[in-house]
């Protein structure tokens, strides 16, 4: 599959992001150069990792070594949870910047609101990161996890629009909420655990769509994901699985089909990651 086939997102600030990458979590990081490398060779130009992931430098390696120019390759990074006060946040992203040996990150995103720490004061932590976007250091700035909530009051205390909001989106727990409210500030949707960690894999629909396009009910999940317009980056480190998440452009469903699946929505119950209110963990602590 050639890369020119994967579809891009514009964002708020006129820069445009690839709308399928390759998610890292949970690589170990002695096999992130070999998985990343994969991804690459599969056509993938967009890599999402995190401070916590603790395998930016496995990425970094294998953007040096498979030789692609760095304008041609998307890497989006996140705040850890206990880098969160501004020097710290402004540390964290240099030492980002080294692990991942490049001069910028393309997208630097607060990973979680984490309202509960810090006083409550995620706004302070979203201008250090806008002022890091100003200095360079990051092409785009965004969130990860913000409830409406929490979007609303960042944009109300700064006025500065995040371009992403990353959060958790599937079959089983479709977040409308937090996608429209993320429209309407025309702040783009990335959605995270896209096939929910395999939960959803057995769905009687997904499987019956699978059957009927000739697909798989991972593809046919991910490709519900691409037509609803949410940016995708699910994570394998099997190679015919990163194919295959890849090769979804050839076929289509139909509207009644992406509102069977939107119809799968369990809500709360279909969370498979901690709801953004209540996270509270930060490393070490
Ligand atoms: P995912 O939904 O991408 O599922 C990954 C798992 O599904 C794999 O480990 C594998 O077991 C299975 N799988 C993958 N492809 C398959 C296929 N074709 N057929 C059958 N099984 C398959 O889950 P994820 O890794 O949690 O999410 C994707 C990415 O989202 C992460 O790697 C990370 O980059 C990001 N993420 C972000 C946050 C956040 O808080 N911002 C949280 C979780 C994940």
Avoid: C
């Avoid at 070999?34 to 395998?55: K, P, S």
């Avoid at 409406?148 to 089983?172: C, F, M, S, W």
């Avoid at 896209?194 to 000739?214: C, F, R, T, W």
């Avoid at 289509?252 to 498979?272: F, H, M, P, Q």
Wanted: hydrophobic residues 40%; proline residues 6%; aromatic residues 8%.
């Amino acid at each position: 599959m050639a890369s020119a086939e994967i579809p891009t997102v514009s964002l708020n600030n006129g820069t445009t992001i690839p709308q399928l990458g390759f998610g890292v979590y949970q690589v170990p990081p002695d096999e992130t150069e070999r998985a990343v490398l994969t991804a690459f060779e599969a056509g993938y130009r967009h890599i999402d990792t995190a401070q916590m992931y603790q395998n930016e430098a496995g990425v970094g390696r294998a953007l040096r070594s498979s030789g692609l120019a760095r304008e041609d390759v998307y890497i989006t990074t996140k705040l850890n949870n206990d880098s969160h006060e501004p020097a710290v946040a402004r540390a964290a992203l240099e030492q980002s910047l080294r692990e991942l040996d490049v001069e910028q990150v393309d997208l630097f995103l607060i990973h979680w609101p984490l309202p509960t720490r810090y006083g409550g004061d995620y706004v302070s932590t979203w201008r250090t990161l806008t002022e890091l976007a100003a200095e360079g250091k990051a092409a785009s700035v965004g969130v990860s996890n913000f409830h409406p909530e929490h979007l609303k009051r960042i944009v109300d205390e700064t006025g500065i629009v995040p371009a992403i909001n990353q959060i958790e989106v599937h079959p089983y727990l479709t977040n409308e909420e937090a996608r429209l409210a993320s429209g309407r500030l025309d702040v783009a949707v990335e959605a995270w655990s896209p096939i929910a960690q395999g939960a959803v894999l057995d769905d009687p629909v997904l499987v019956e769509l699978a059957e009927k396009y000739g697909k798989t009910p991972a593809q046919v999940t991910l490709r519900w994901h691409i037509e609803r317009g949410d940016i995708i980056f699910p994570k394998s480190v099997t190679p015919e699985r990163v194919k295959e998440n890849a090769d979804i452009f050839d076929f289509s469903l139909t509207a009644d089909e992406v509102n069977r699946i939107t119809g799968l929505d369990k809500g709360e119950e279909g969370r498979t990651g901690p709801n953004p209110d209540t996270f509270d963990w930060i490393p070490g602590a």
